[in-house]
Nanobody, 122 residues
Framework: QVQLVESGGGLVQAGGSLRLSCAKS????????IGWYRQAPGNQRELVAA???????NYADSVKGRFTISRDNAKNTVYLQMNSLKPEDTAVYYC????????????????WGQGTQVTVSS
């Protein structure tokens, strides 16, 4: 089984930065990547960024150039560095353990963290 614990959310002004962390423990078949999702009130959960075990990444168009996903394999932790934050980035952010396929397709699996709130004020 896989367990995920997020940290690093908070309140920040527009234009500011936050770094989220996702600490992973355990293992499971078909798990070779971590994805960061977010869900704002009234919206569906959406994929923000993903990174596989080899360091290959992909990003949602809405965050390209502002967010960076990275991993520290020694610490089993994935980070989401968020810069130039906008009010529309306000959401609960979740990390997910899933499968990264050739062609930059990320498929979520049923391993989710508890979520961390990010609020960006204007």
């Amino acid at each position: 089984q896989v367990q995920l614990v997020e940290s690093g959310g908070g309140l920040v002004q527009a234009g500011g930065s936050l770094r989220l962390s996702c600490a992973k423990s355990g293992s499971a078949l078909n798990i070779n990547a971590i994805g960061w999702y977010r869900q704002a009130p009234g919206n569906q959960r959406e994929l923000v960024a993903a990174i596989n075990n080899g360091g290959t990444t992909n990003y949602a168009d809405s965050v390209k150039g502002r967010f960076t996903i990275s991993r520290d394999n020694a610490k089993n932790t994935v980070y989401l560095q968020m810069n130039s934050l906008k009010p529309e980035d306000t959401a609960v952010y979740y990390c997910n353990a899933g499968t990264y396929y050739t062609g930059s397709y990320y498929r979520s699996r049923d391993y989710w963290g508890q979520g961390t709130q990010v609020t960006v004020s204007s």
